[in-house]
């Protein structure tokens, strides 16, 4: 079954501090996607990638980098980490327009 | 300003009703309009998605109707159980390739046994 996973599930940063959350996809999918989910926001997208080696920004990319270093993983940055980024994220990987597929979510608190 | 809009934050229904959850949308480019069911600490999962030249797709208890005209779509449970109690969103994508999804803020659905 296809899957994706992503590590680390809970994380506490400091404010100011670098936080980098992985995802990991076995669908061999080209497509990858950030989202964070917050209540009274829904699910919104950070970051997306085509495939290995490309990024770009979606509706709320600020603050916020992204990698994609090969077809499987897909990291997202965040390089001063702030209060206001204290959030779930959820990765996803799909082909196409079409289904998407989620990760478990990381839940991170930033103090 | 939302572009894809639920009606209701929250929803209550008693196991064996049709649960209807209903959605409209601002971008008449949107062309293809998943649900998905979202059970707390879990990623969301596809339920069921309907393509904008469609009015109406089923898949055992769960259809979609589709009114094009109008800009909204709606979701009905029918024969409602306590496992379909969780939070469903309504999404809408355009046609450029793989660019994300534009989720609703999401109905939680509560059924009582």
């Known amino acids: 079954e296809a899957a994706v996973t992503q590590s680390p599930r809970n994380k506490v940063a400091v404010t100011g501090g670098k936080v980098t959350l992985s995802c990991n996809q076995t669908?061999?999918?080209?497509?990858m996607y950030w989202y964070r989910q917050d209540t009274g926001h829904g699910l919104r997208l950070i970051h997306y990638?085509?495939?290995?080696?490309?990024?770009e920004k979606g509706d709320i990319p600020d603050g916020y980098k992204a990698s994609r270093p090969s077809q499987e993983n897909f990291s997202l940055i965040l390089e001063l980490a702030t209060p206001s980024q204290t959030s779930v994220y959820f990765c996803?990987?799909?082909?196409?327009?079409?289904?998407?597929?989620f990760g478990p979510g990381t839940r991170l608190t930033v103090l | 300003q939302q572009q894809v809009r639920q009606s209701s934050q929250s929803l209550t229904v008693w196991e064996g009703e049709t649960a209807i959850l209903n959605c409209s949308y601002e971008?008449?480019?949107?062309?293809?309009f998943p649900w998905y069911q979202q059970f707390p600490g879990e990623g969301p999962a596809l339920l069921i998605a309907i393509r904008s030249v469609s009015d109406k797709k089923e898949d055992g208890r769960f259809t979609i109707f589709f009114n094009k005209r109008e800009k909204n779509l709606s979701l009905h449970i029918k024969d409602s159980q306590p496992g379909d109690s969780a939070t469903y969103f309504c999404?809408?994508?355009?046609?450029?390739?793989?660019?994300?999804?534009?989720f609703g803020l999401g109905t939680r659905v509560s059924v009582f046994p």
């Open positions: 669908n061999n999918h080209n497509n």
């Open positions: 971008n008449s480019a949107f062309d293809y």
């Open positions: 996803a990987s799909g082909e196409g327009q079409y289904e998407q597929y």
């Open positions: 999404a809408a994508s355009v046609l450029n390739y793989a660019q994300g999804l534009t």
């Open positions: 990638s085509y495939g290995a080696g490309s990024t």
